[in-house]
């Protein structure tokens, strides 16, 4: 599977923006999706996680606030952002799994998303 993410840019604290992840070669009904992200100097997070099965969890920080979903049959994955703060400010990146897999194995290219105070 490869990953094409896409979506980020600059925006003001409080706006919204939309990430989506296009994936080529399989379908992503039997694959786990998530979001990344990572900021200068700081490890990578794990945004969001939606499984094969439909179960979603989200990290501490954007709870409430994000929102993944998925279209199987276009193989896309999506990450409605909303109320941005500018701790937000990183690239963000979407990454698949295969069911049973316990390591996202596949992993787009990340998008930059900044947001400014």
């Known amino acids: 599977v490869q990953l094409q993410a896409s979506g980020g840019g600059l925006v003001q604290a409080g706006d919204s923006l939309r990430l989506s992840c296009v994936a080529s070669g399989h379908t992503l009904r039997f694959y786990t999706v998530a979001w990344f992200r990572q900021a200068p100097g700081k490890e990578r997070e794990k945004v969001s996680v939606?499984?094969?099965?439909?179960?979603?969890s989200y990290g501490d920080s954007v709870k409430g606030r994000f929102t993944i979903s998925r279209d199987d049959g276009k193989k896309m994955v999506f990450l409605q952002m909303t109320s941005l703060k500018p701790e937000d400010t990183a690239v963000y990146y979407c990454?698949?799994?295969?069911?049973?897999?316990?390591?996202?194995?596949?992993w787009g290219q990340g998008t930059q998303v900044t947001v400014s105070s």
């Open positions: 990454a698949v799994r295969l069911q049973g897999k316990r390591v996202f194995d596949n």
């Open positions: 939606l499984t094969w099965n439909g179960d979603i």
